[in-house]
T-cell receptor
Framework: GDSVTQMEGPVTLSEEAFLTINCTYT??????LFWYVQYPGEGLQLLLK?????DKGSNKGFEATYRKETTSFHLEKGSVQVSDSAVYFC?????????FGTGTSLTVIP | NAGVTQTPKFQVLKTGQSMTLQCAQD?????MYWYRQDPGMGLRLIYY???????DKGEVPNGYNVSRLNKREFSLRLESAAPSQTSVYFC?????????????FGQGTRLTVV
């Protein structure tokens, strides 16, 4: 069945450091891929998405590229800020269901 | 611009009590979902509804029932609450049934069963 595996956390970075959170997926069809962010006490918010192979999703300085050959969708940001501290979820959708990774907690320290 | 609205935000139940979590969306979405979020487990699908009038079990349906009341509303019922159902519950909706639609989430209901 479909599934998503993402990098275990927690991740702690200094402000302005480079961020990578790894995500790989297994899917039988041609899924869309997503990154969601969750701030404390809130629901998940869409951060970015990609709907086909080689698409790059980007938002607020975050980027991820849909790599069909490596079944990956790694999240990157060149310079993190304290306000990026949150939990990040990789997800895929296939037909009418969504599959989520277990989440990666990021803490950015000044 | 309400999006997905869940009520209540917090609830404490005693073991054996029942309750219904309410969810409504104003985006005219076809698909709606109920997830639970537990530490280290990510989000697990309880039930979903691909369209008005249909519901299907997800990964962890035991102990829950759902009703798709109309296109806007999708409720989750706990008939006899157990401590193992202590969790944060999220409702979501999606335009679906296309693969390109993202899910929109409510703010969550934090449920404690004592």
């Amino acid at each position: 069945g479909d599934s998503v595996t993402q990098m275990e956390g927690p991740v702690t970075l200094s402000e302005e450091a480079f961020l990578t959170i790894n995500c790989t997926y297994t899917a039988t069809g041609y899924p869309s891929l997503f990154w969601y962010v969750q701030y404390p006490g809130e629901g998940l918010q869409l951060l970015l998405k990609a709907t086909k192979a080689d698409d790059k999703g980007s938002n607020k300085g975050f980027e991820a590229t849909y790599r069909k050959e490596t079944t990956s969708f790694h999240l990157e940001k060149g310079s993190v800020q304290v306000s990026d501290s949150a939990v990040y979820f990789c997800a895929l959708s296939d037909r009418d269901q969504f599959y989520f990774g277990t989440g990666t907690s990021l803490t950015v320290i000044p | 611009n309400a999006g997905v609205t869940q009520t209540p935000k917090f609830q404490v139940l005693k073991t054996g009590q029942s309750m219904t979590l309410q969810c409504a969306q104003d985006m005219n979405h076809n698909s709606m979902y109920w997830y639970r979020q537990d530490p280290g487990m990510g989000l697990r699908l309880i039930y979903y509804s691909a369209s008005e009038g249909t519901t299907d079990k997800g990964e962890v349906p035991n102990g829950y029932n759902v009703s798709r009341l109309n296109k806007r509303e999708f409720s989750l019922r706990l008939e006899s609450a157990a401590p193992s159902q202590t969790s944060v519950y999220f409702c979501a909706s999606s335009r679906a049934s296309t693969v390109h639609s993202e899910a929109f989430f409510g703010q969550g209901t934090r449920l404690t069963v004592v």
